[in-house]
């Protein structure tokens, strides 16, 4: 089962336009990391943030965290078409795994 | 330094066959988590192993084992293969030493169809 879904599913900007995808969960967590993973290959670390902060910045990359609304968002200033991947939020559980959700995929058109 | 590498890439096999996918981690982590990947899905974590033991496992039966070696890398191995068996295997490493989920490094998957 998934502990997060990400909304939107699918998303399509052109180049130039800021994207946000969302992601809710379902139990308390120590952690929220996001992920991409261009088409068919493995995911890529992007940030993590702790349950005791609230935003964390990476270059164009900004998150988000509300713990009491269990819900974290992602966004991608300034787009590029490069950004053209999927993004996936995932939770630990019992400090021992982590937990993906559904996944958003973002189209950027040049 | 290698980041994680999994073998082989794509490999087809009929229902009833037997698979085993390998793994190297990250230089210098030392445990290995493997996820399932359904087209179109999230990453569904399968097991992990530290030391040589599994110390989680998701919900998949029995057919599913796996073995983590002396040097930190890992097998999974799918008994008696399932058409909805066929998707993307990642192995992922980090370095918890069971102090909590870090970072994961994921290799490029295998890729398994199921006939």
């Known amino acids: 089962s998934q502990q997060g879904e990400e909304d939107p599913q699918a998303l399509s900007i052109q180049e130039g336009e800021n994207a946000t995808m969302n992601c809710s969960y379902k139990t308390s967590i120590n952690n929220l990391q996001w992920y991409r993973q261009n088409s068919g290959r493995g995911l890529v670390h992007l940030i993590l943030?702790?349950?005791?902060?609230r935003e964390k910045h990476s270059g164009r990359l900004r998150v988000t965290l509300d713990t009491s609304k269990k819900s974290s968002s992602l966004l991608i200033t300034a787009s590029r078409a490069a950004d053209t991947a999927s993004y996936f939020c995932a939770t630990d559980v019992n400090t021992d795994k982590l937990i993906f959700g559904t996944g958003t995929r973002l189209q950027v058109f040049p | 330094d290698a980041g994680v590498t999994q073998s082989p890439t794509h490999l087809i096999k009929t229902r009833g066959q037997q698979v085993t996918l390998r793994c190297s981690p990250k230089?210098?982590?030392?445990?290995v988590s493997w996820y399932q990947q359904a087209l179109g899905q999230g990453p569904q974590f399968i097991f992990q192993?530290?030391?040589?033991?599994?110390?989680q496992r998701g919900n998949f039966p029995d057919r599913f084992s796996g073995h983590q070696f002396p040097n930190y890398s890992s097998e999974l191995n799918v008994n008696a293969l399932l058409l909805g068996d066929s998707a993307l295997y990642l192995c992922?490493?980090?370095?918890?030493?069971?102090?909590?989920?870090?970072?994961?490094?994921f290799g490029e998957g295998s890729r398994l169809t199921v006939l």
């Open positions: 230089s210098g982590h030392d445990t």
């Open positions: 992922a490493s980090s370095l918890v030493g069971g102090l909590g989920t870090g970072e994961l490094f």
């Open positions: 943030i702790r349950s005791n902060e």
């Open positions: 192993y530290y030391e040589e033991e599994e110390r």
